[in-house]
């Protein structure tokens, strides 16, 4: 059953369209997931490379802006293109399974376009997730003209990545609608401790 | 050629979009005064249904293009009526 003709002609149509692909696809847990696990990486990501210039006695901040914008981009597009081959190679295998049973093409249904839709929304979030969040984490160093402390923009930005994981963190507790605070915590630790083995292992 | 009135169809449909929003749409076509949709076996991803339509003056293309367009697959037309009035299934003494 072909008919690629648009099915909306109103944006709340098209905001129904979505809702429906939203209930059969369930883009927003995965995508939900997806955030939160890829936020988690850049934060982290970002952290050992401040860490890492840090110790290795860089005050030249324009070094890891750029290493943290190239790396951002890096797991922007791992992501990107990660996400996009396996959400695409498991909602065929399922479109596939459902029609072995039903026995029709399912490929132009509201399912073959639901799983369509999800694989772009879930790979356009577990791209730009990773990438935001590392561009977050390196905003004290962008204000390097403001703050005119190499050091102070190290621990700026090594606060912003805790804060972040921290708020993340609160995202997590929210989503599991249990200990927010104790989510916060459990995510700022991960930061706390790559700092920490950064630090033992990099001092001299 | 006659309006259908009563279209009962026997349909295998995925666990989702589910039962609500299918009767909806049903519901929203021309023609359609009342739908009901019986779950009658549920399996792992799919579920059997029986979907049963009356109005004044059914589209039977229509009903079906709904249907499949939410991923169902009818198995077969169980029972019709079409004319001025809709008239029942009579029991016989074959019955």
Wanted: a negative charge.
């Amino acid at each position: 059953m072909k008919n690629n003709r648009r099915r909306w002609s109103s944006l709340s149509e098209f905001l129904e369209e979505i809702q429906n692909y939203n209930q059969i696809a369930g883009i927003a847990e995965i995508a939900r997931r997806y955030f939160a696990m890829n936020a988690f990486d850049g934060v982290l990501t970002t952290i050992g490379v401040l860490a890492g210039n840090y110790l290795a006695g860089v005050r030249d901040l324009s070094i890891p802006i750029r290493i943290g914008i190239a790396t951002s981009i890096a797991m922007g597009i791992s992501g990107l293109w990660g996400a996009y081959l396996t959400e695409t190679a498991e909602r065929q295998r399922e479109l596939t399974a459902l029609e072995k049973i039903s026995l029709i093409d399912q490929s132009e249904t509201s399912i073959g376009r639901a799983s369509r839709f999800a694989v772009i929304v879930v790979s356009i979030v577990d791209g730009l997730a990773p990438a935001l969040a590392a561009i977050i984490v390196l905003i004290p160093l962008f204000l390097d003209n403001i703050i005119q402390n190499p050091i102070l923009s190290y621990g700026l930005a090594g606060i912003t990545a805790l804060l972040s994981l921290f708020g993340l963190g609160l995202f997590l507790g929210k989503v599991s609608e249990k200990n927010l605070i104790g989510y916060g915590i459990k995510t700022m630790m991960a930061g706390l401790l790559a700092i920490a083995i950064n630090f033992l292992i990099g001092a001299e | 050629m006659g309006n259908l009135r009563r279209i009962v169809l026997d349909v295998l449909k995925p666990l989702e979009p589910n039962i609500v929003d299918l009767v909806r749409k049903i519901s929203t076509l021309n023609g359609v005064d009342g739908v009901n949709i019986t779950i009658y076996e549920i399996d792992h991803h799919v579920e059997n249904a029986k979907i049963t339509v009356e109005g004044e003056q059914l589209s039977f293309q229509s009903i079906t293009a709904v249907i499949e367009e939410n991923g169902g697959a009818v198995h077969s037309i169980d029972e019709v009526a079409a004319g001025q009035r809709t008239v029942e299934e009579v029991e016989t003494h074959q019955d």
